[in-house]
DNA sequence: CCCGCATAGGTTGTTTTACTACCTATATCC
DNA sequence: GGATATAGGTAGTAAAACAACCTATGCGGG
């Protein structure tokens, strides 16, 4: 049995502070039309220029949870003898992506604001 | 016996995204001059307009790892009879703090861009 | 005088989340 | 025949933030 020395390989590993902020790229990333699964990792990769490569331990499960809850949907298909998931976004999926792109804006700007202009009170 | 209907009051319940990024704002909230502990929690709340008002079982246990770490030292004292534990950011802390002040920016330009421009690779 | 609140410091235990390390299987290129 | 890319997973671990507790002092209102 083979594959034990290869596995994943995150090579860049920066994508460890994502944690909170996964989901919205995942719904993000079906906003435009359905992918399946390792799609939606490539397309992360890719649109990120290489900074979330995540290893597959992280996506589908991610993908799975995101069902669960009803923001995506998957359905099975074939091509080539390899089996596919497509998702899509739903209703629900594309109402969560608008509100967390709006709570992004607003987290975002706050942390810059207070690390950049450093809007801090009074050290006394 | 008392104040068991008390304890902390988080309120805005929305600093539940911070995950990655605590450690480098109690950094920058020590920066322009060493703060006690509650000071750098009420300084991250007033700075923030808010939306960081964290529970003290969050703060206090992030500055005890920064100071494990090196980042922070902290020093004893006693104002009007109150244990203060003040910290000061260490040299090795003014790094990190410069370091993750970079990686912020690229962090939240990468994600920012995803969200914002759609900047996906095509569905195809 | 006592109560509650703000200040000041914790701790314990839970949950969530991403990661590491595995595993199966097919198609393609060398 | 072997490696790599594609395509799907799972199990177990580690970290981080949170909820819920706890002690203690000073001060203001009733």
Redesign the pocket.
């Known amino acids: 049995?083979?594959?034990?020395e290869n596995?994943?390989r995150?090579t860049k590993?920066d994508?460890?502070a994502?944690?909170?902020?996964?989901?919205v790229l995942l719904l993000a990333a079906l906003e435009h039309g359905p992918r399946?699964?390792?799609?939606v990792k490539?397309a992360l990769r890719e649109g990120s220029g290489g900074r979330f490569d995540?290893?597959?331990?992280?996506v589908?499960?991610?993908?799975?949870?995101l069902e669960r809850d009803g923001l995506i949907a998957g359905t099975w298909s074939t091509?080539?003898?390899?089996?596919?998931?497509t998702y899509r976004l739903t209703a629900a999926g594309q109402r969560r992506l608008h509100a967390d792109r709006g709570e992004w804006r607003a987290f975002a700007a706050t942390i810059t604001k207070l690390l950049e202009a450093g809007a801090w009170p009074a050290t006394t």
């Open positions: 049995m083979g594959n034990r596995g994943d995150p590993a994508a460890q994502l944690k909170g902020h996964l989901d399946h699964g390792y799609a490539e995540l290893p597959t331990g992280t589908y499960p991610a993908l799975h949870r091509v080539d003898g390899r089996r596919r998931r």
